[in-house]
């Protein structure tokens, strides 16, 4: 099924028998759009992974090129009640894909997210912009070289800091 | 409607899709401009702030953009909508959230498979046990375990009675918003009945923490059958008399027909799922479109609306109520005997009497409390039909005993999308209807 994106299909093991596509970068758009066409009307979920400490094996397809991060957008098909799963290779020194915004306006939020948890631009995106933590806040706190510990106490400007 | 023609639900023209990306500045400031009629709102705080900032001119009429939230008795928690208003009348709109963000994604890559279902359960705390079931049914997909029969059957037992529990509360809060504030406490007042059972089983009012990978925490106590059939009894009269107090009253109806309407194929198009999606006249529902549990076996129907306004979502809600409540009576006959959690020694502690005699049993009891149990490197995403519509989780395991990443594909996070679209070019008062019947739960939205 998932071979006529033209995409690289991702083996049965690390996906416990979901249909999985590994499009590169440049391709992601396009597969997405001919996946859409194909019926995939929904955008279900996409997030992102940063697998910068990732012990194991990563189990990708051959022709598929490892990098620090991963998108992965989940797709639904109602008429035949299908899903597939779409997982995209983002590097670190530029972290950025298209937004897939205009085949699915339900990718705003999402995307939105993914950008604030782990910095990756979804070029043309409507509103990049975070959604979760504050504006002027600095860093993407779902990365994995970001310490919890690091965030700076608040509130240490009032008058009875112990 | 064929759900596959989807367009773009606020005003883009679909071309660019066949003609592929526009690339360069000029084409991304073409895009964005061709996407200004849109019913979202898409103005930073600050940028909000500084118009805010300007003195008011008693002369100008033109367009206010008014704060409401995120302390506001109707947005259900923690929600902040900037609106756009023309007179009384909402023209744009955009929710801003993130003000219950605690990164419990973040927080689930640092415990284990164990003592995941404590973090996942805090999310959606109307609906705690639909958090933990999506937890385990991932987990469990990554081992490779079966669970036994009877736990699957106490899973779906127990998750119907917390759709049941859940909508109650949305029938109270709704109810509330528009007026009706007797419904706020008759909603509450059975609510509390199934909590009461829950707490019998679990042990907690929510949070229960009680699904958990390879089974449940607890069998369920020796005369659960009575509790669920009384249940049943006492609620199921009551529901008539909500129609009688709710569902013909002529100002019921007034404030919900034809109010935030949605069509299917808007809905489709951002993401909507639940009672969202249904009340826009797609019968759509895991439970009986991708089964998962047992819900191949019990005879229910799926509730779809025709006309996507407040009204539908609340009859759905209500008939919803009835559907799992006849799913609960069956599964009182379907119960079968066995263990209420696997037997895979790998995930399951050993029994309590066992510690007492072997020091074996103890060390293995010591090792899953303290280190957990090591799951298979993988990436697997599982999910089920909560209360408010698909809830996702998208798991990697690098072998360890805590998860890589934890995703949870909240529906009412993505169902929000929704709210400028339902509430474009109507009064503020029927946004209040709208938010409430769009049932965000804010822990959910923001986790």
């Known amino acids: 099924m998932a071979e006529r994106y033209g995409a690289p299909v991702g083996g049965d093991r690390p996906s416990r028998g979901q249909a999985v596509i590994h499009p590169s970068p440049s391709q992601w758009f396009e597969v997405a759009a001919a996946a859409r066409a194909d019926g995939f009307d929904q955008l279900i979920d996409l997030t992102a992974v940063d697998y910068l400490t990732y012990s194991a094996d990563r189990a990708l397809p051959e022709g598929v090129q490892p990098e620090r991060f991963e998108v992965v957008a989940s797709l639904m098909s109602h008429e035949r009640r299908e899903r597939l799963r779409m997982r995209v290779q983002v590097p670190a020194d530029d972290p950025s894909i298209p937004t897939l915004f205009d085949l699915w306006p339900g990718a705003e939020n999402l995307e939105r997210e993914a950008y604030d948890m782990f910095g990756i631009v979804f070029e043309g995106h409507p509103d990049p912009s975070r959604i979760l933590m504050p504006e002027d806040w600095s860093g993407h706190p779902l990365r994995k070289d970001y310490d919890s510990g690091e965030i700076p106490v608040q509130f240490k400007a009032a008058s009875n800091v112990r | ?447």
């Open chain 2, 1 to 447: 409607m064929s759900i596959t023609d989807t367009a773009p639900a606020d005003g883009a023209s679909p071309e660019p899709v066949a003609a592929g990306m526009p690339t360069g500045p000029a084409a991304g400031a073409e895009r964005v401009s061709r996407r200004e009629p849109s019913a979202v709102l898409r103005m930073s705080e600050a940028e909000a702030a500084e118009i805010g900032g300007d003195p008011d001119d008693p002369d100008d009429d033109e367009l206010v953009l008014l704060n409401m939230g995120p302390s506001h008795p109707s947005t259900h928690g923690v929600l902040r909508l900037m609106l756009e208003l023309s007179g009384e009348t909402v023209l744009r709109s955009k929710p801003v959230i993130g003000y219950l963000h605690t990164g419990m994604e973040k927080t689930g890559e640092n415990l284990t498979y164990l003592q995941g279902g404590t973090n996942v359960t805090r999310m959606d705390y109307a609906s705690p046990l639909f958090n933990e079931l999506a937890f385990s049914l991932a987990t469990e997909r990554l081992l490779g375990i079966e669970v036994p029969e009877r736990a699957t059957w106490i899973r779906m037992l127990m998750c119907e009675l917390n759709r049941v529990s859940s909508h109650l509360l949305f029938m109270a809060t709704n109810g509330m918003d528009l007026g009706a504030v007797s419904m706020m406490i008759y909603g509450w007042r059975e609510r509390e009945e199934v909590l009461r059972f829950f707490e019998k089983v679990t042990g907690l009012r929510m949070n229960h923490n009680y699904i958990r990978p390879g089974g449940v925490a607890a069998d369920l106590p020796a005369d659960w059958r009575t509790d669920v059939a009384e249940l049943i009894e006492l609620i199921e009269p009551r529901l008539d008399e909500y129609d009688t107090l709710l569902t013909g009253q002529p100002i019921w109806r007034e404030r919900l027909q034809g109010v935030g309407i949605i069509s299917a194929a808007e809905a489709v198009a951002l993401g909507a799922t639940g009672p969202l999606l249904r009340g826009a006249g797609m019968a759509w529902d895991l439970r009986r479109d991708e089964p998962y549990l047992f819900y191949d076996q019990v005879d229910f129907d799926v509730i779809v609306g025709i006309h996507g306004d407040c009204y539908d979502r609340y009859a759905i809600r209500l008939n919803e109520i009835r559907e799992s409540l006849r799913i609960v009576a069956q599964i009182i006959d379907a119960m079968p005997s066995g263990d209420y959690r696997t037997q895979d020694k790998k995930v399951t502690p050993p029994p309590r009497a066992r510690i007492d005699e072997s020091m074996e049993a103890l060390i293995h009891h010591f090792k899953i409390f303290t280190e957990g149990f090591k799951v298979p490197a993988g990436e697997v995403y599982a999910a089920v039909e909560s209360p408010r519509g698909e809830l996702g989780v998208y798991m990697v395991s690098d072998g360890s005993s805590v998860p890589y990443r934890l995703h949870v594909r909240a529906p009412s996070f993505v169902n929000l999308q929704t709210l400028p679209h339902l509430m474009q070019n109507g009064l503020i008062a029927d946004g209040i209807a709208i938010i409430g019947s769009v049932d965000p739960i804010m822990g959910d939205v923001d986790r």
